[in-house]
Nanobody, 125 residues
């Protein structure tokens, strides 16, 4: 199957910046989309940003002017550049990857929808 690992979280003051990284690995044939979601304490997980195979992007309104999602297709990696961070951005950030993987060495393929373990982002006021 496919594994997804996030990194880059940490503690920053309001107005600061962080860059999150997410790498997908495994028997990947193609990645159709990768995205970042976040979940604050007591709240539901929400989409932050996503990028598709044709490089289309989508952001939730609260981060649209401050966050930038990008990708490096050669490394199956997606990044989230977070600028002008606010305390309300504090959450666990999860990476998601969707695509097609190789089920076996003979070429059978299937769809995957993989999640990382999450990385904590804390923004102090």
């Amino acid at each position: 199957q496919v594994q997804v690992v996030e990194s880059g979280g940490g503690l920053v003051q309001a107005g600061g910046s962080l860059r999150l990284s997410c790498a997908a690995s495994g028997r990947i044939f193609s990645i159709n989309a990768m995205g970042w979601y976040r979940q604050a304490g007591g709240k539901q997980r929400e989409l932050v940003a996503e990028i598709t195979s044709d490089a289309s992007t989508n952001y939730t309104d609260s981060v649209k002017a401050r966050f930038t999602i990008s990708r490096d297709n050669t490394k199956n990696t997606v990044y989230l550049q977070m600028d002008s961070l606010k305390p309300e951005d504090t959450a666990v950030y999860y990476c998601n990857a969707k695509g097609i993987y190789g089920i076996n060495s003979y070429g059978r393929k299937g769809n995957f929808d993989a999640w990382g373990q999450g990385t904590q982002v804390t923004v102090s006021s």
